[in-house]
DNA sequence: TACTGTAGTTCAATAATATTGAACAATAGA
DNA sequence: TCTATTGTTCAATATTATTGAACTACAGTA
């Protein structure tokens, strides 16, 4: 919480590094539930709708490599950090793809739920 | 060369998956060329392409992860291991999701040219 | 200023993955 | 069988990821 927060560049955002990113199911879930919520999310919230016993150093970290990967862009708010999608910036930089990644991610959690795996 | 090359089944094709194995340049690159190709590449064609001094056995690697994700299907001839895109099954299991990528690669390739960093 | 509670980061030890040279296996052709 | 070609597997090495514990930052109270 002292750093600046870096937050890279739209231009400098590579399609490797989202990929990267979005390849972890945690942080496809992270993703996915800051996209349905309004104004962003903390860990802590994330933590809690996530529901898997996640740690917040392991939290903390999985948003770095978002943030770092420029899918994420975060905002010290007092004490917590929030953080929310780059939807706008991402679209124009590729448009279709986070869409289509999350579209997929979204099929395939019902599909999971149908062949009655979790929830 | 010698199991039999077990292809996962297109509905056991997971988004982390696609996403883990396309994560890395090197194979974003091979997917990319194998598109491209008419009828599949091996390993020593696609070494040539890429121009990158790849050792064979990082190639095989890369083919190997390429080919367990789902993305690729290798298939023998004679001492030959051509592989190819599964595209229309791809499709039809995740809507958008390879083409949207490879739109942002090339996309991307397209920037980095024009900035100077390679040919 | 000091104390308390809450939120998150950093460190460092451990575990899991990735990389690749070298040895090996498979096939084709002579 | 011998040789050339293609690709796989092994195993040592290097790189990344995971996470408990210690630490930092901020807000509120007094």
Redesign the interface.
Known sequence: MSRPLAHPNI?DV???GI??A????VR?AIVSELLKAESGLNCTQMTDRLEVGMPKSTCSQHYRILRESGLIVSERKGVELTSRVRGRELETR????L???L???E??MMKTRRRGRSG
């Open positions: 231009e590579t399609v490797a990929l990267h979005l390849a972890d199911p496809l590729f448009p279709g793809l869409q289509s990644i579209k997929a991610h099929q395939e």
